[in-house]
């Protein structure tokens, strides 16, 4: 299968530091990372709390990382405008949580941010199938979301290169991420699949210097 899109790791905050978040940030601008992701949880979408537009907002005063947020909410339409005024580049729903799905990409887009739409390891391809070509990035959830440090699903990859496929046939350049169970040992094997936007938590931040940890990420990518 050809690629003609970037590889790129995204580092969820989900496992840094919660009490020095900023300079988890500069840190990983000095390692040479240029997307961090956020991943908000409400508690009722998902069993885990975590943070909210104001928290975004503080950091993003401080960062020019590309914010990938991924809004793991309920209802997410009444936070949209918040999340995009506190700084998010880019803003991922759940295709299971949006009753108007369609209505909500289009005003993430109106916003002037970039738009995401996130599936649960369950949840068919076909929800998205229709709306590639509004999408900047589609989400594939490989592991049940609301908690870091989760096994990797094995039959999420089939999902991913089905998705790689069917925006090749219509010609885009849709983002597939890939969110959950993600390492150095297994991200080559993601990218074979059709993913070239990867998350990594626990994978990531608890390996230390951050440059290094990048540095074997990408490497494993090369091989």
């Not at 401080?62 to 005024?85: A, C």
């Not at 002037?112 to 229709?130: I, Q, R, S, W």
């Not at 900047?136 to 990797?152: A, E, T, Y």
């Amino acid at each position: 299968m050809s690629r003609d899109y970037p590889f790129i790791l995204t580092p969820s905050l989900l496992s840094s530091d919660f009490s020095r978040i900023g300079d988890e940030l500069a840190a990983l601008e000095q390692a040479g990372l240029e997307w961090v992701h956020w991943d908000v949880m409400d508690g009722a979408f998902v069993p885990n709390i975590t943070f909210g537009p104001p928290v975004i907002k503080a950091c993003r005063q401080k960062s020019k990382l590309f914010f990938d947020v991924h809004l793991m909410i309920e209802q997410p339409d009444r936070y949209l405008g918040d999340f995009v005024n506190a700084g998010a580049n880019l803003l991922c729903v759940h295709a299971e949580a949006c009753t108007h799905l369609e209505r909500t990409v289009s005003e993430i887009t109106r916003l002037g941010a970039k738009c995401g739409v996130a599936l649960n390891p369950h949840t068919p391809l076909d929800m998205v199938e229709y709306l590639l070509p509004q999408l900047d990035m589609v989400l594939i959830m490989s592991v049940n979301p609301g908690f870091g440090g989760q096994k990797f699903i094995p039959f999420t990859k089939g999902k991913m290169q089905r998705l790689r496929a069917m925006i090749q046939e219509q010609g885009g350049t849709t983002h597939i991420q890939v969110d959950g169970g993600v390492t150095p040992e297994n991200i080559r094997d993601l990218a074979d699949h059709g993913a070239n936007v990867f998350v990594s938590g626990s994978a990531f931040f608890g390996f230390p210097p951050y440059a290094q940890r990048y540095r074997t990420f990408m490497d494993a990518l090369d091989h």
